[in-house]
C-alpha cells in the first residue's frame, strides 16, 4: 500500500469565496500518519543554511522533530560528533533538538563557528537536517587613512572611492554631511553599487569639506563612517597667472579639460564585460557615464526585450534590475550613454547559473506489508545537480543491504516490503552553487481504516457557491472512500458531486436541496469506518442599497447609504473603509444603521468609501469615491522672464485645483509707481495654460498676481511677483473729451481729460496747448502747461470759432499729433428781439403764434431756441390782489412758430417772444394781445332739493366755477323712479335772472285762474279737469322774452349743437307726471347719464407746449390761480327759488 500527500483538485476562487476557503482549510490539509501509531522521525523545524548570528547574543540552534517513539537528539559539528555534555555553555532542550549556546556570560561566538547538523532518530529510522553554518555578523571599523584635499576644474568628473570595510553581512552604504543630512543625487551625482560616489561633471556648488561614506551593519544595529572627503571645484579663469605657474596639471584631479565632451564611462570599464547571477536572485546591472552635458542611460537587451513586469530601474536610470531571474534572462545587456556630443556603449554579458531546486520532492511512503511503492528525488540546476541517496545519514551505498529496495538513479523502488523495510531516506541534489537536503521516510503498517475528521461536523456554505465536506483518513492498506446522502440513500454519483483522492467531497453549485446529512465510508481489508457530515445552505449576504458616487464643497455634509439583505440565521457586520483602511478617529464620521454622514468635508476626506458587510461565510462590499471639490488653490511661484520694454512673460504654478479643473486664469497688475495697493485687470487665458506674454505700457513699475478660476469659482490670488519696472518713453496717446467753451464773453476755456500716471509713460507729464481762430489766417498759439485739465485763454472775441488742439509731452519726448477740435470763445446775451410777431387763435384752448427769426450774429452764442412768455389779462382788482402769473413755452432750435395749447376759454392774453442762448435770454419782442372765444361751461357747483311738498318742490343751484362765456339759459332735466313701467326724462328751461322760475303743471295751484273758476258756473267743472290733465303732460312756453328781459348786457347766448334751446316735449306716449311721486330722501336729484348732464362739464389744464400742443412749457413767477375777468363779468345771479310745482 502507498500512501501519498494527497490535495483536492484545484479551483480559482473569486474573492468572495476568500471566507468560504478560510473556513474550510482544514479539510485540505495533508493527510499525515496520526502520532499515535509508530513512524520514523520527521525533522519539523531548523535553523537556516547560512545562520548568522549576533556575536552579543546567545546562540540558538534550532532542530525540531515528530516521530513514534519520540526520537532522540545528537549533533555534529564540523562532521565530527558533537558532545553537548563536555561544553558547559551548551544546552539541548528537552524532547527537542534545539541548541542554545550561553556566551553571553562567557565564551566568544567565534569559538562556535562552524557547520553543524542534527540527528532524530527511533527505533524506524534518523533524520537529519541541513548543514547549518554558524558565523558570527562582524562590522569592522575604517582602516586609518589621510585624506588629502580633492581640486579639480569646473566640468571635470570626480569618483569618491568609498571602500568600505568587508563585514558580514555586506553593509549598506549612503553618503552625508557632518550633519547626517544625505547628500542630494541627481543624474550628474550618484552612488554607485560598490558605494562609491560619482560626478558626471563637478560643479562649483560640488564645493564642501564633509563627504562622507557611512557604512551600517544591520545585523548589529551599527554605523561606521569614512573619514570625510575635501573637495574644491575652482575654474581656470579665476586663478590667477602667479597660482597657474605654480601648480603643475599633476595637482589638479585629472588633466582632462572642463570644456563640453562627448560621454566615457567610469564604471564598468571598456566596452564589454561579464555577470553571473543565480535563478531567482535579483540581477543588477550598472553604467555610470561622465561628461559636460550629463549623459543620460538607456538600456537594451540584444536580441530580445526585457521582461515588463520583472524589470526596474533605479539610480537615474543608471542600474538596470531584472527580479526573479531566470535562465531565460541571460544574454548581452547593452547599456547607452548619451549626451549633444556623443554616445558610447558598453555591452554586458549576463549569465544565469542556478543553485539546485526540486523538480519532485521525495514524499513519505506509507506501505502495508507486501506492498510495492517507489521514492522519486527529481531536481534541476545550473550546472545540473549530481544526486545521492542516504539511508538514515549515512550513505546508502555502506548502508545494510534490503532486498526489497532497489536504487535507480533519481529513483528508488520498493516491492513486497516487511516491517523491517521502515526507514528514513535521505536525498541529496548538490552542484557548485548549492545542495537541497530532503528527508522521506518508508513506513511498514497495518492499520484498520479510520476517519480523522470530527464526527458530525456542521458545515454552512452560501448558496450557489461549492460546498466542500471533509473526510480526512488513515489506514494501511489504503481505504476507500465512499459518499452518501441520507440515512437510506445510495452512493454519490460523480457525475453531479466530485470525490477528491484526499476523500472530500465537493458540491460544485449547492442549492437549497442540498441541505442534510452526507455519511463518508472508508474500507479496506482490515476494516470499515464512517462518519457524518451535516451540510446547511445559507441564503447569500447581498446589498441591496449600494453607496452611490458623490461631489461635495469643503464643508458641507455628505451621506452614503448602504442596505444589506442577508440569511436570517447570520448576523452580518456591517464596516465602513476610507481606502481600504479604518475610518479616520474623527467625530466628524458618523455610523448609524444604514448610513455613513461624513460632516464639514476637507481635502483629506477625498477617496474611496467601502461598506462592508460580513457574516461568518461571506462577505460582500460596495464601494463609492467622494470627490471634494472647492475653488482653486492659488498659483504660486510666480516668474517673470523676456523682460523688454514693452512686454515680459508671465509663467506660474497652478494649486491644486481640488477635483474641480480650472477653466482659466485671470492676470491682474498693481503699478506701484502710480496707484499702489490698486489691481487692475491685465488678462485672461486658458485653464491649460501656464505662462502669458503680457504687453506693457512704459514706465510702469508693475506687479502681477494670478487667480485660478473653476465651476465653484475664484481661488484667492497668488503672492505678486517680483516687480518690474519699465523704461520711460514718450506717451502713446494725447488727452481726450478736448472743449472749448468760453465762461465770459471775453475768454475761452480749454478743459480736457489728462492721461492717468499708467498712461503717463514717463515723469515730467505736461500738456502743449495750441489754439487759433477759425476763419482767419492767425498763426498757432501755444502753451506748455503742467499736468492740469484746464486752461483760460482771455481778451478773446465774443463767441468766435477756435480751432484747438491739447498734446501731451513728457521728459521722453511728445505724443503723436493730436486732433484738432472746434470750439468758441465765451457767448453774451442776445441784442435782438424776434419781429412780426403775430397770434393766430385756433379754437377757445389753443393759439398758433408766429414770428420772425433773429439774425445769427445779434444771438451771440449757440441759439438755443426761441421762448414765449403769456399770461390772462387781470381785473384792476384782481391786480391788486395777486401777481400776473406768467407761463413759458420754449422751442428749441430755429422754430419761428409754436402752439400754445391749455388757454382758458373767454380770456384776454398777452405774449412775447424772445430768442435764447447758451448764456441767456435776449430781450423781448413787443406785447402781443389775444382773446379766447367762449367754450362749454362747467357744471353747476351745486344742486338741492328745499321746501319739498306732496306735489311741489323748490330746486336750488350754484352757478358754474368756470362759465366759459356769457351764462343764457339753465336746462333742468328730470324723470320720475317710483313705479315698473319705463323712466321718462322731462325737461324745463329757466332763465337767467328770475329769482323764482316756475312751470305750472296743475292749473288749479295758480291764483288768478283760482279766481276765474270761482266766477265760472259748475257747468264747466268738467272741462276745466280734462285741461288739468292735458296740461299735466307739460307744453310750450314762451320764456325766451323773459329771459332776454333779465339779461345781463355782457352776457352772450349760449347755443347747444344747434344753436338753440329745444322746445319741451313730451316724451314717448305723453303721460302725465305719476301723482305722487318724489325726490330722493336725501334731497338730491338724481343725475341722468345724459350728454347734457350739467355736472359732465370739467375745467381745462394750464401748461407749457410744443407747436403740435405737446405740453413741453413752464410757469414763471408765482403761480397764483385767480378766475378769468372774462367770466368774472359773465357770472349770472343765482336763482334763489327756481321752482317747479307738481300735483
Not at 597667472?241 to 572642463?258: M, R, V
Not at 464643508?555 to 439583505?565: A, D, H, P, Q, R
Not at 433773429?854 to 421762448?867: A, C, D, E, M, T
Not at 348732464?1093 to 414763471?1116: A, K, M, P, R, T
Request: hydrophobic residues 35%; proline residues 8%; negative net charge.
Amino acid at each position: 500500500m502507498q500512501l501519498k500527500r494527497m490535495m483536492p483538485k484545484k479551483k480559482h476562487l473569486s474573492a468572495g469565496r476568500a471566507p468560504l476557503i478560510l473556513f474550510l482549510c482544514p479539510m485540505i490539509s495533508a493527510l499525515e500518519v496520526p502520532l499515535d501509531l509508530v513512524q520514523p522521525p520527521t525533522i519539523t523545524q531548523q535553523s537556516p543554511k547560512d545562520y548568522i548570528i549576533d556575536p552579543r547574543e546567545n546562540i540558538v540552534i534550532q532542530c525540531e522533530a515528530k516521530g513514534k517513539p519520540p526520537p532522540s537528539f545528537s549533533w555534529t559539528r564540523n562532521g565530527t560528533h558533537f558532545d553537548i555534555d563536555k561544553d558547559p555553555l551548551v544546552t539541548m532542550k528537552s524532547g527537542s533538538g534545539t541548541l542554545t549556546v550561553n556566551i553571553m556570560s562567557e565564551g566568544k561566538a567565534e569559538t562556535y563557528e562552524g557547520v553543524y547538523q542534527c540527528t532524530a532518530r527511533n527505533e524506524r529510522g534518523a533524520a537529519i537536517s541541513n548543514n547549518i553554518v554558524i558565523r558570527p555578523s562582524r562590522s569592522p571599523l575604517w582602516t586609518k587613512e589621510k585624506l588629502e584635499r580633492i581640486t579639480l576644474r569646473n566640468g571635470q568628473s570626480l569618483v569618491l572611492p568609498c571602500r568600505p570595510p568587508v563585514g558580514l553581512p555586506p553593509p549598506i552604504i549612503f553618503w552625508m554631511d557632518n550633519s547626517f543630512q544625505r547628500l542630494p543625487q541627481s543624474e550628474r551625482v550618484s552612488q554607485g553599487l560598490n558605494g562609491d560616489l560619482y560626478f558626471s561633471n563637478v560643479l562649483p556648488e560640488d564645493t564642501r569639506e564633509d563627504y562622507i561614506c557611512y557604512a551600517r551593519f544591520n545585523h548589529t544595529q551599527t554605523i561606521q563612517q569614512k573619514q570625510p572627503i575635501s573637495v574644491k571645484v575652482i575654474s581656470v579663469d579665476e586663478m590667477n597667472d602667479t597660482i597657474a605657474a605654480n601648480l603643475s596639471d599633476t595637482e589638479f584631479y585629472g588633466a582632462k579639460s572642463h570644456r563640453e565632451r562627448p560621454p566615457t564611462f567610469l564604471t564598468p570599464e571598456g566596452n564589454a564585460s561579464r555577470k553571473e547571477e543565480l535563478r531567482g536572485n535579483v540581477l543588477s546591472l550598472e553604467c555610470i557615464a561622465e561628461g559636460l552635458p550629463t549623459p543620460i542611460i538607456y538600456w537594451i537587451k540584444e536580441d530580445g526585450t526585457l521582461p515588463i513586469n520583472r524589470t526596474f530601474y533605479r539610480n537615474f536610470k543608471k542600474t538596470l534590475q531584472i527580479v526573479q531571474v531566470t535562465e531565460a534572462d541571460s544574454g548581452n545587456y547593452q547599456c547607452i550613454a548619451k549626451n549633444a556630443l556623443g554616445a558610447i556603449q558598453h555591452v554586458i554579458s549576463v549569465t544565469v547559473k542556478a543553485a539546485p531546486y526540486w523538480i519532485i520532492a521525495p514524499q513519505n511512503l506509507v506501505l502495508s506489508p507486501g506492498e510495492d511503492g517507489t521514492l522519486i528525488c527529481r531536481a534541476n540546476g545550473n550546472p545540473k545537480p549530481r544526486i545521492s541517496w542516504l539511508l538514515n545519514g549515512i550513505p546508502i551505498e555502506i548502508a545494510p543491504d534490503d532486498p526489497s529496495r532497489k536504487i535507480d538513479g533519481d529513483t528508488i523502488i520498493f516491492s513486497n516490503v516487511q516491517e523491517r523495510s521502515s526507514a528514513v531516506y535521505q536525498c541529496n541534489a548538490s552542484n557548485e552553487y548549492g545542495y537541497l537536503l530532503a528527508n522521506a521516510f518508508v513506513n511498514v503498517l497495518a492499520e484498520p481504516p479510520r476517519i480523522l475528521t470530527t464526527a458530525d461536523t456542521l458545515y454552512q456554505v452560501i448558496a450557489n457557491r461549492p460546498a466542500l465536506l471533509d473526510c480526512a483518513f488513515f489506514g494501511s492498506p489504503l481505504p476507500t472512500i465512499e459518499w452518501f446522502k441520507g440515512a437510506k440513500g445510495s452512493a454519490l454519483r460523480e457525475d453531479i458531486y466530485v470525490l477528491h483522492e484526499n476523500g472530500t467531497l465537493e458540491i460544485p453549485v449547492a442549492q437549497k436541496d442540498s441541505t442534510g446529512t452526507y455519511t463518508c465510508v472508508a474500507r479496506n481489508k482490515l476494516g470499515m469506518a464512517k462518519n457524518d457530515i451535516h451540510l446547511e445552505i445559507k441564503d447569500p449576504t447581498r446589498i441591496i442599497k449600494q453607496p452611490e458616487y458623490a461631489v461635495v464643497q469643503r464643508g458641507s455634509t455628505v451621506s452614503f447609504e448602504c442596505i444589506v439583505k442577508h440569511d436570517h440565521t447570520l448576523i452580518p457586520t456591517v464596516t465602513w473603509l476610507k481606502d481600504h483602511g479604518e475610518l479616520p478617529s474623527d467625530g466628524r464620521f458618523t455610523v448609524d444603521k444604514d448610513h455613513l454622514v461624513v460632516a464639514d468635508v476637507s481635502d483629506d476626506d477625498g477617496g474611496t468609501y467601502t461598506c462592508a458587510a460580513n457574516t461568518t461565510l461571506d462577505n460582500v462590499s460596495a464601494s463609492a469615491v467622494l470627490s471634494v471639490v472647492d475653488v482653486p488653490n492659488p498659483p504660486f511661484d510666480l516668474e517673470l522672464t523676456d523682460q523688454l520694454d514693452r512686454s515680459v512673460q508671465l509663467s506660474w504654478t497652478p494649486g491644486d485645483d481640488n477635483n474641480s479643473p480650472i477653466t482659466k486664469f485671470i492676470i491682474e497688475y498693481e503699478d506701484a509707481m502710480h496707484e499702489p495697493g490698486l489691481w487692475h485687470h491685465q488678462t485672461e487665458v486658458p485653464g491649460a495654460q501656464t505662462t502669458a506674454q503680457l504687453k506693457l505700457s512704459p514706465y510702469v513699475n508693475y506687479s502681477f498676481r494670478v487667480t485660478a478660476v473653476n465651476s465653484l469659482g475664484r481661488s484667492l490670488p497668488s503672492e505678486a511677483s517680483e516687480q518690474y519696472l519699465t523704461k520711460a518713453a514718450e506717451p502713446d496717446k494725447n488727452p481726450t473729451a478736448v472743449e472749448g467753451l468760453g465762461s465770459e464773453p471775453d475768454n475761452l476755456v480749454i478743459t480736457w481729460q489728462p492721461l492717468n500716471g499708467f498712461e503717463s509713460n514717463g515723469p515730467g507729464l505736461q500738456y502743449k496747448v495750441s489754439w487759433r481762430q477759425k476763419d482767419g489766417d492767425d498763426e498757432w498759439t501755444s502753451m506748455v502747461v503742467a499736468d492740469v485739465s484746464k486752461y483760460i485763454v482771455s481778451g478773446t472775441p465774443t463767441f468766435v470759432p477756435y480751432l484747438i488742439k491739447v498734446q501731451a509731452l513728457n521728459d521722453a519726448g511728445f505724443a503723436p499729433e493730436p486732433a484738432v477740435v472746434l470750439g468758441h470763445s465765451g457767448e453774451d446775451l442776445p441784442m435782438v428781439a424776434p419781429g412780426n410777431v403775430h397770434v393766430n387763435v385756433v379754437n377757445s384752448t389753443l393759439a398758433e403764434v408766429h414770428w420772425d427769426p433773429v439774425p445769427l450774429k445779434s444771438i451771440r452764442g449757440h441759439l438755443q431756441g426761441y421762448r414765449i412768455y403769456y399770461w390772462k389779462a387781470q381785473s384792476s382788482s384782481a391786480r391788486n390782489r395777486r401777481h400776473i402769473e406768467k407761463k413759458i413755452l420754449t422751442f428749441q432750435g430755429s422754430k419761428t412758430h409754436g402752439m400754445l395749447p391749455g388757454l382758458e376759454p373767454f380770456s384776454h392774453y398777452t405774449l412775447n417772444v424772445r430768442v435764447v442762448n447758451g448764456k441767456g435770454e435776449g430781450p423781448a419782442s413787443p406785447d402781443r394781445v389775444f382773446s379766447t372765444p367762449e367754450g362749454v361751461p362747467s357744471a353747476p357747483s351745486s344742486l338741492k332739493i328745499v321746501n319739498p311738498t306732496l306735489d311741489s318742490l323748490t330746486l336750488e343751484w350754484e352757478p358754474p366755477s368756470h362759465p366759459n362765456g356769457i351764462l343764457t339759459e339753465y336746462t333742468l332735466k328730470y324723470q320720475p323712479t317710483a313705479g315698473s313701467g319705463s323712466e321718462i326724462t322731462e325737461e324745463a328751461i329757466t332763465t337767467v335772472g328770475e329769482a323764482m322760475a316756475s312751470r305750472q303743471v296743475d292749473i288749479a295751484t295758480q291764483g288768478w285762474f283760482i279766481g276765474l273758476m270761482c266766477a265760472v258756473a259748475l257747468l264747466i267743472l268738467i272741462l276745466l279737469i280734462v285741461c288739468f290733465i292735458r296740461r299735466n303732460k307739460g307744453g310750450k312756453y314762451p320764456v325766451k322774452e323773459k329771459e332776454d328781459a333779465h339779461a345781463d348786457p355782457e352776457i352772450q347766448p349760449m347755443k347747444e349743437d344747434d344753436g338753440t334751446f329745444g322746445e319741451y316735449s313730451d316724451a314717448e306716449d305723453h303721460k302725465p307726471l305719476k301723482k305722487g311721486s318724489r325726490t330722493p330722501s336725501d334731497r338730491t336729484v338724481k343725475k341722468e347719464d345724459s350728454d347734457d348732464s350739467l355736472v359732465d362739464y370739467g375745467e381745462g389744464v394750464n401748461g407749457q407746449f410744443n407747436e403740435d400742443g405737446s405740453f413741453i412749457g413752464q410757469y414763471s413767477g408765482k403761480k397764483e390761480k385767480e378766475p378769468a375777468e372774462g367770466n368774472e363779468s359773465s357770472e349770472a345771479p343765482s336763482p334763489v327759488n327756481a321752482m317747479n310745482s307738481f300735483v
